[in-house]
């Protein structure tokens, strides 16, 4: 069965960082894009970045502006989203996302609060 836990998130000020990671199970992680999704209360989800399998690719929402990286371990079966200079708009429940051919599996998310 398939698990995505992620963790990391928590309060920061603005301008603050913060590292999420997303542990992965019972798939094969290197064979698969991974993506961060994110939801702030009362809007929808939105994209925030996806790398490919070997990691040798990255891409991301046009709000990000060069402030988030994202890699991941293969051997770790680790995903990461480094977020620095976060601002008040980034608040939300970060998720991280498996999308197969016949599955579309989500994490718990992780909530991250941008506050002073």
């Known amino acids: 069965e398939v698990h995505l836990v992620e963790s990391g998130g928590g309060l920061v000020q603005p301008g603050g960082s913060l590292r999420l990671s997303c542990a992965a199970s019972?798939?094969?992680?290197?064979?698969?894009?991974m993506t961060w999704v994110r939801q702030a209360p009362g809007k929808g989800p939105e994209w925030v970045s996806t790398i490919t399998k070997g990691g040798d690719r990255t891409y991301y929402g046009n709000f990000v502006k060069g402030r988030f990286t994202i890699s991941r371990d293969n051997a770790k079966n680790t995903v990461y989203l480094q977020m620095n200079n976060l601002q008040r708009e980034d608040a939300a429940v970060y998720y991280c996302?498996?999308?197969?051919?016949?599955?579309?599996?989500w994490g718990q998310g992780t909530q991250v609060t941008v506050s002073s």
């Open positions: 019972g798939f094969a992680f290197g064979s698969y894009e």
């Open positions: 996302n498996l999308r197969r051919r016949d599955s579309n599996t």
